[in-house]
């Protein structure tokens, strides 16, 4: 009986391979190819390097990159300063190397190229589909007009850890926006045709669970059960390869104890084999080499290991290009590997119609008229405008008249070095417009009297840390108390004061982990000292992360959240500073009171002894004796100059037959004083269920204009999949029984219908 059921289980697997085999169209052009290539042809074809001379991202540069080329050990470069460069390494690649293969060229691009738009954590703050995807189509624009034809973004690693410093560059802690994201994302860089000169390969990362790091420090460990893994990380990177993502780079950490570079169920068995992916997979930056600290062996083994498990290309690492023809030689691989992995690299650079054409992302006429546009920068204006969140608005003192007399202060007021934000490489900070600058464009007949107040922190040894690329955080010559007395003269000469603080922008991004997540002592100092003078106090924060801000969130001051803005971060915070523009923007990563309460996000468990509300303390119930459970500030979060009224809630059917849609809708009314967007938000609690609910889920979004009195109806369609959800068996299911949904501004949203799935 055994013996038959596991030869029908080999039976069915051998099926599901076979099928996954033959629905993949060969290319013609690169068959003929590959029967042309030497075994080290191919090999040299899964080596990606970086030459140096760009912004270095990674610790180790590549040694001999023209020499590497012209022996045909290089399939593509990354990090080339300039689109001469390029043509130069294209030049060798094609005329002198035998078969005269094109090589790629890669580049982050993160949140866009020279015209750089708000990080990503601050664009997905926008719920703004339409725009995100318009910000990639520039960046695509923009970046393959210099050269590049492959993109190493979008990053769509969720977190619920704002210890990370790389939140920063995703969208956040919620699988549902963050697919939404992802496929905005995917489909503005690869456009319908990858051979348009416009459109770029898009590489989604870091497959997979990067976010979920322990302890929120770079770079460690991730343990996960399959079935949060399935239902809380995975969706936005299926999102993204479902999108048609040409590449998916492998996270730094491990899955289930084997790094991912290596981990043949992540690589094969889920993203090939389940998922369907057809494209190329690269290694993180020397994640194949470091395989051997993780503990599973030298170069030699954890390349093999890597090439087995469904990795090919390795970034920088050169384990492949150094080891592979001794493991095929000692039966340690295979040739058939081999050719697979060159395949599938050949793949994409047939897809780009480099075959056709090396040459035709270097096209000297473009860059000229293609990048840093007046049109791209105006895009990179309003992004901006709607990514800042409207935390506290005292007095309702914002929106200022723009005839004010104004304090501007603190130290990132000044400070275009501090604009663009963490991965902007491409970027130029010389572009940036600063906030004092903005002030002066948008409100010109304001009085500004302007003082730096303190340093963004005064301990040098954090700055050293903080300013490997440039003089981010710049301590003043002169001492913290004469920095904090001009500050207080300017207030005094001022109706009102704006402070613009919090993390410079290398205090997140890679390798910026923090543990202490508030605003430096050096800015607290001065937040308090202004607030003391009795001068209403606008707070514009900007960070890459969400900040523990308990202390500055109960005094009476207002605070606008600007993330790092980007190019156009002047003229945007100005226009929201003024009311040119109503603040729309909603937090999509949960605000912590303080670090101890991490991990703190939306879809908590109930857990079996729930404490009596969010808000109250009991003795054996699950809670805290120093903290709340609410966070400060939840998902989904953020003010508007206007206010909104919810009403009317309704399902179009109470008992849902398997397999129906549910339709969702209620009244939203403008009832404030300004016209204003909101961001209408609905979350679904799965009552019973048979393995444990989230509290609730975000299901349904949808971003609404509404003029002041205005009153719409808004419908959210549940779909079928919304209901379902990974059992303990990993099977994409709904079970019958109670649903509730609750619509609202936020995720604390009370509104709530109810209906039963049958
Ligand atoms: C980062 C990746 C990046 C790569 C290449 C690595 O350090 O983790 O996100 O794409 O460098 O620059």
Redesign the pocket.
Known sequence: MNVLKTLLIVLAVGTTTALTAQSKQQIPEVEALLKKMTLEEKIGQLNLLTPGGGVA??AVVSENVEAKIKAGNVGGL??VASPEKMKMAQDIAVKNTRLGIPLLFGS?IIHGYKTTFPIPLGLSSSWDMELIKSTAQIAAKEATADGINWN?SP?VDISRDPRWGRISEGAGEDPFLGSAIARAMVTGYQGDDLTDVNTMLACV??FALYGAIEGGRDYNSVDMSRVKMFNQYLAPYKAAIDAGAASV?TS?NDVDGIPATGNKWLLTDLLREQWGFEGFVVS??TSLNEMIAHGLGDLQAVSALALKAGLDMD?VGEGFLSTLKKSLSEGKVTEAEITNACRRVLEAKYKLGLFNNPYAYIDETRPAKDILTAENRAVARKAAQRSFVLLKNENNILPLKKSAKIALVGPLADSQNNMLGTWAPTGDVKNAISIIDGFKNVAPNATINYAKGSNILDDEAMAAKINVFGPRVDISKESPETLLEEALAAAQKSDVVVAVVGEATEMSG?AASRTDISIPQAQKKLINALVATGKPVVLVLMSGRPLTISEEFDLPVSILQVWHPGVEAGNAVADVVFGDYNPSGKLTATWPRNVGQIPVYHSMKNTGRPAPTSEEFQKFRSNYLDAKNSPLLPFGYGLSYTSFKYSDIKVDKNVVASGEAVNVSVKVQNTGNFDGEEVVQLYLRDVVRSITPPGKQLKGFEKVFLKKGETKTITITLKPEDLKFYNSNLEFIAEPGDFEVFVGGDSDASLKATFELK
Do not use: C, I, L, V
Request: charge should be negative; glycine fraction near 14%.
């Open positions: 991202t990674g990354f990090g982050d190493f990053m990362k870091h780079m730094f993180d930056y970034m890679e």
